[in-house]
């Protein structure tokens, strides 16, 4: 096992003069999959985005499946949902259980030493089948009409963390089952009233991921991360750039003509008086 401790919760800017190992989140390998320039002006130039607000009814699900599924360990039985699917599965006991769920603080790290790349990542879960390999599973919340049913619904997104999740347990020396899972809870809008209280469809999505896309992409965020030249924009956006970009270069442009302008009536005013 290659991890090491590390205390920090965010990483700054990547100095490619540093010897330390650089932490990267697997949020930010999917910034990087998504768009190169945006996770350049992120991780190489420190501008990061704006953060969204947080999802708090997400949270709360979250939370709450957590628990449910927590009192399933403590008792080394199934979950119903699990017995509905037939599936042959329980939550994992390990005591690194809520290490591994901490996202901000450590979750479950691998450091790449031929990039000195530390890698990390907060599950939700992790169950695990009677031949001992384990099961990475994360919660979902939504509210749609028609909830999504099968992989085809899955965002990739959703798709690339969790192969990331299966790396990265691979990694830390632990058979992973190629399956993984998605609790999804899908919020139910047709009821007559809110009446204090929100109802939800539970499904159990299987997809079957591979981690084969993940350490070629590790070497080429490296790559990009050592490099003095700007990425071009969205690799996931045909190419061109996606409607916030559009807004920002235009919004730049417009102020510094602005400020060009401005700059130069101030100086004509000094020159006339
Ligand atoms: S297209 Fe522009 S704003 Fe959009 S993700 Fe890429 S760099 Fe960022």
């Not at 999917?30 to 130039?45: K, V």
């Not at 708090?56 to 699900?61: E, M, Q, W």
């Not at 991921?209 to 956006?237: C, H, Q």
Request: aromatic share 10%.
């Amino acid at each position: 096992m290659a991890t090491r401790g590390f205390a920090s919760k965010r990483s700054g800017p990547f100095n490619p003069l540093s010897p330390e190992p650089y932490k990267v989140s697997r949020s930010k390998i999917d910034l990087f999959m998504e768009c190169q320039r945006c996770a350049y002006l992120d991780m190489r130039l420190g501008v990061k985005r704006p953060s969204m607000p947080a999802f708090t009814l997400n949270n709360a699900v979250d939370e709450l499946l957590k628990r449910e599924f927590d009192i399933h360990r403590a008792n080394g039985s199934k979950h119903p949902l699990v017995e509905r699917y037939g599936l042959d599965a329980v939550p994992l006991v390990d005591e690194r259980m809520e290490e591994w769920r901490d996202a901000l603080r450590r979750g479950i790290a691998y450091l790449h030493e031929p990039t000195n790349l530390l890698v990390r990542g907060g599950i939700d879960d992790v169950w695990v089948n009677p031949a001992g390999e384990l099961i990475i599973v994360d919660y979902k919340a939504t509210s749609k009409k028609v909830g999504p049913s099968t992989e085809d619904d899955l965002y990739d997104s959703y798709k690339r963390q969790l192969e990331i999740y299966q790396w990265l347990f691979r990694r830390n020396g632990f058979a992973v089952s190629p399956t993984v899972y998605f609790v999804y809870v899908n919020g139910k809008s047709d009821a007559e009233a809110f009446d204090g209280k929100l109802e939800f469809d539970v499904e159990l999505i299987p997809y079957t991921g591979s981690d084969t896309w993940v350490e070629p992409a590790i070497y080429d965020l490296k790559k990009m991360l050592m490099s003095d030249e700007i990425p071009p924009t969205g690799t996931s956006f045909g190419g061109g750039p996606c409607e916030y970009c559009s807004y920002r270069e235009n919004a730049g442009k417009i102020l510094l003509e602005l400020h060009t302008k401005n700059k130069k009536r101030s100086w004509q005013e000094i020159e006339c008086k």
